[in-house]
């Protein structure tokens, strides 16, 4: 959400804006003084955002449960399927327009970002959706992903992590961790990956998080939080490529070891994880370190008050970036969850405020008269 002051605020107070404002809803409840007449239309279910189209991924892809996910949690919105635009760009994760019933555009290679955010502008009655890939978004398209987030585009970008590039059949990616042996690095990857989460905090975005291809219950939840958020949401997703990097996030789902790794956080809550304290809670927990940074402790070994609370809401994203600092190519220590979600002025908001405010300035909207006049105007180029 972002903060917005003016006459609807009580006392003049700010007012916090869903990343949905301007977005109508399917049902009309009307006001207490003047209730709809009519009944509200039937609710939508995961069949309605189903699309006819066969599904093409590879068996056993992660991104069978993330579009299940997707389809599943969008009825709750309450929003027309005309309401709602996928632009996803070149992979596999960028099939998923075909895949949902809504308006979608299967873009071109890491430009996702950059007509989503035109249509963002233009349309303030749409919900904007991107999906894209850690090749698609961190490679050819990390520029376009970086000024989105900057620019606190009222977007919903979803970032398929599978450490590989799939659909041109297993190269590495920016995110394959050091030594990879794919068939383009075969004597193993000398490349530093990108973490998105530190990279999306460097960038100043508004929202970030990170959850699981596979944890239903926990991808909905950050679902439902990004959505809401006014501005650019970014939300990195574990997903696994059974066929060029199976297993690359076992470790995470395996009922034992993810005890273990699986740092979840909360906003308002101590950072506590791993195998239950006699308390009942986490015996790992983090610290301020010695040198800036932050620590893994166990809680036995160290004061109640010592443990971090988690502040998502902090307008500094330093504590933010030190978190998602924890998570190794090893995996032995991952925060998932939301790590930054704080209100800042749109880009979109702010730009039609700007034609606006212009178009008052002149009297009102152009003409043909003015658009002719502009045509056969002094400022011309001739071209010998």
């Not at 056993?60 to 389809?71: F, K, P, R, T």
């Not at 303030?124 to 398209?141: F, H, N, R």
């Not at 961790?177 to 990857?189: E, I």
């Not at 704080?342 to 702010?350: E, G, K, M, N, S």
Request: aromatic content about 6%.
């Amino acid at each position: 959400m972002s903060i917005e002051t003016g006459q609807g605020s009580p006392l003049g107070l700010p007012v916090l804006r869903s990343g949905l404002d301007g977005v109508p809803r399917r049902t009309a409840a009307g006001t207490a003084a003047a209730p709809s007449t009519q009944d509200p239309p039937a609710r939508l279910t995961k069949k309605d955002f189903t699309s006819d189209s066969e599904v093409r991924w590879c068996p056993g892809c992660g991104d069978y449960a993330i579009l299940a996910a997707v389809q599943s949690f969008l009825p709750e919105l309450d929003i027309a399927r005309e309401n709602i635009v996928c632009v996803s760009g070149i992979g596999c994760s960028s099939r998923f327009p075909y895949y949902l019933d809504t308006y979608g555009m299967h873009s071109i290679h890491g430009r996702a970002p950059a007509i989503a955010t035109g249509l963002a502008v233009s349309r303030p009655d749409l919900s904007v959706w991107v999906v894209t890939g850690d090749g698609d978004a961190l490679s050819i398209g990390g520029n376009h992903l970086i000024h989105a987030m900057r620019r606190n585009v009222n977007l919903t970008i979803l970032l398929f992590n599978n450490r590989i590039y799939g659909l041109t059949k297993g190269q590495y990616s920016p995110t394959s961790p050091p030594g990879l042996v794919t068939k383009s690095t075969p004597a193993g990857s000398l490349d530093t990956p990108f973490n998105p989460v530190s990279l999306a905090l460097g960038a100043e975005a508004t929202f970030v998080a990170r959850t699981l291809d596979s944890d239903r219950k926990h991808l909905t939840s950050v679902l439902r939080e990004a959505v809401q958020h006014r501005g650019t949401s970014l939300v990195e997703i574990y997903q696994n490529c059974p066929i060029f990097n199976d297993g690359a996030f076992d470790v995470l789902k395996d009922a034992t070891q993810s005890q273990a790794r699986l740092i979840r956080l909360e906003h308002g809550r101590p950072i506590r994880f791993g195998p239950p304290a006699p308390d009942g809670l986490g015996s790992r927990g983090v610290v301020r370190g010695s040198q800036c940074g932050l620590e893994v402790v166990d809680v036995a070994e160290v004061p109640a008050d010592s443990l971090l609370v988690h502040d998502a809401h902090a307008a500094d994203p330093s504590v933010a970036f030190a978190l998602s600092r924890l998570d190794e190519e090893t995996l032995s220590h991952v925060p998932v969850g939301v790590f930054r979600s704080v209100q800042r002025p749109t880009y979109d908001d702010a730009v039609r405020e700007q034609v606006d405010e212009a178009v008052a300035a002149s009297g009102g909207p152009a003409t043909d008269q003015d658009w002719y006049a502009l045509l056969a105007g002094r400022d011309t180029w001739t071209v010998d």
